[in-house]
């Protein structure tokens, strides 16, 4: 079934360690992909997204994420992280439509 | 990028009735979306909501349990009917001109139903 997996449900890491999250996909064709987080208490606010060129974009806050078509990933990644990141990611993918489909979440935490 | 508003934050309803969740966006939008995140888990579409036309549903998700209304480019309503203590989630309003700007989301609308 056509599907988006995240398979970190919750990553713990301490103050300027590195991050990345998974991200994979079943959808096949053009795809665009995205990621969005939500911290704490807030709404779910977009990261950044990947239609085409560049396989490497950069996105809000210092995060970046890496789009291989040959493994059907879009791993989000930080280099270093702080307390701030504390949130929920999640991937999205968007599989030639208008519409988004979500991935099942990860959840950060990041201690001091 | 647009501003969402979206009424109630959060509410208990007794089983069996209704609620309308309401969406309002600060400018005019093209695509208008509802989806539901029950706990633990990610974000399901319910539906496209169209203006002036009937919403797009996606599978498992029927018009008479979740009826739509997008009366303009700015405003959606999502009634969910009949409820009983499964549909208790957090449902959710995007909206946003086209992907290429990314959808904005709504703080969400905490349903419990007893």
């Known amino acids: 079934a056509q599907s988006v997996s995240q398979h970190n449900h919750h990553v713990i890491l301490s103050e300027a360690a590195s991050l990345e999250l998974g991200c994979n996909y079943s959808y096949g064709g053009t795809v665009n992909l995205f990621w969005y987080v939500q911290y704490p208490g807030q709404h779910l606010q977009l990261l950044l997204k990947y239609f085409s060129g560049d396989p490497l974009v950069k996105g809000i806050k210092g995060f970046e994420a890496e789009f291989i078509k040959s493994k059907f990933s879009f791993n989000l990644r930080k280099p270093s992280v702080q307390w701030s990141d504390t949130a929920e990611y999640f991937c999205a993918v968007s599989p030639n439509t208008d519409k988004l489909i979500f991935g099942t979440g990860t959840r950060l935490q990041v201690f001091p | 990028s647009a501003v969402i508003s979206q009424k109630p934050s959060r509410d208990i309803c007794q089983r069996g009735t209704s609620l309308t969740i309401q969406c309002q966006v600060d400018?005019?939008?093209?695509?208008m979306f509802w989806y539901r995140q029950q706990p633990g888990q990610s974000l399901t579409l319910i539906a496209t909501?169209?203006?002036?036309?009937?919403?797009?549903?996606e599978s498992g998700f029927v018009i008479d349990k979740f009826p739509i209304s997008r009366p303009n480019l700015t405003f959606s309503t999502l009634t969910v009917s009949n409820m009983s203590p499964e549909d208790s989630s957090i449902y959710l309003c995007?909206?946003?001109?086209?992907?290429?700007?990314?959808?904005?989301f709504g703080s969400g609308t905490r349903l419990t139903v007893v």
């Open positions: 995007s909206a946003g001109t086209g992907l290429g700007n990314g959808y904005t």
């Open positions: 909501a169209n203006q002036g036309s009937e919403a797009t549903y």
């Open positions: 400018s005019q939008v093209t695509m």
